[in-house]
């Protein structure tokens, strides 16, 4: 993350993660009952970070979404985990261990997914040097490839797309109301969401104010205030008023 967009990473580090595990079994455990244990599992899970953590122990609440054994061999298991962000994959493997009655470790670990990314879609430090040495020679179009817009996050959030005459406002500071609204997603109170110009740019992350049933495109009423603003003010044509002093 460069420049203004260094602000979205308490967003993109809280979505969900995909991780593939390698577990080590410290005795024997059949397939069955590795694939049962591993289905109860999902849900609302507790941990405590491990000893070795840079953060305190504290007991937390993590979200199992999927737990899926996609190999097992000897005493190794390969298993697909998504999960809450902030989930830690060695205690879940230790868990594990202990419900099957034989006791496990996490041998090895590789994230493929978080938020909207993939490994897919990830380039390797030596393709990000190649294509910057490229950038200084002359030719900046692989390097540019590399580089997503801001308004890539728009696609982890619930959005809401506002009128051109709406944008300036929220550039400086104001809060959305919803005659400024031209469509909008699905959104709790407090929900982080992610407010858009036709054009598809991105103005501003937001928090909610009200439930998304609560509030209509075109209506009276406060929607969202903003949180970190990433388009600069003037962009738009400007069609409010400053307030007047009285004194």
């Given amino acids: 993350m460069i420049g203004n967009a260094v602000r979205l990473a308490p967003i993109l580090l809280s979505e969900e993660k995909e991780y593939i595990a390698v577990i080590r079994l410290h005795g024997d455990a059949r397939e069955e009952a590795l694939k049962k244990v591993a289905g109860e599992f999902c849900g609302r899970i507790y941990q405590r970070p491990p000893r070795r953590s840079a953060v305190a122990r504290n007991l937390r609440i993590r979200t199992i979404r999927a737990l899926e054994v996609l190999e097992v061999r000897e005493r190794q298991a390969v298993l ?10 060695r205690s879940l493997c230790h868990h594990l261990g202990l419900a099957l009655g034989c006791g496990a470790h996490m041998q090895e670990l590789r994230r493929v997914r978080s938020g909207i ?11 990000l040097k190649d294509a910057s040495v490229l950038a200084r020679e ?23 797309v506002i009128r051109d005459s709406a944008v300036d406002a929220l550039c400086h500071g104001a809060a959305l109301a919803g005659v400024g609204v031209v469509r909008q997603d699905t959104f709790s109170r407090g929900d982080m969401v992610a407010v858009l110009t036709v054009k598809g740019e991105l103005v ?5 104010i009200a439930h998304s049933s609560q ?19 003037g962009r738009y044509p400007r069609s409010w008023k400053k307030r007047q002093k009285t004194g």
């Fill in 80 to 89: 697909r985990i998504t999960c809450d962000a902030g989930t830690y994959i």
């Fill in 117 to 127: 990314f993939s490994e897919d879609s990830a380039h390797t430090l030596g393709e």
């Fill in 138 to 160: 002359g030719d900046p179009g692989h390097l540019a490839g590399m580089i997503l817009p801001p308004e890539t996050v728009a696609g982890g959030l619930p959005t809401l």
């Fill in 204 to 208: 501003c992350i937001g928090e909610a």
């Fill in 215 to 233: 509030v209509s495109p075109g209506r009276t009423g406060l929607v969202a205030a903003p949180r970190s603003v990433f388009m600069p003010p």
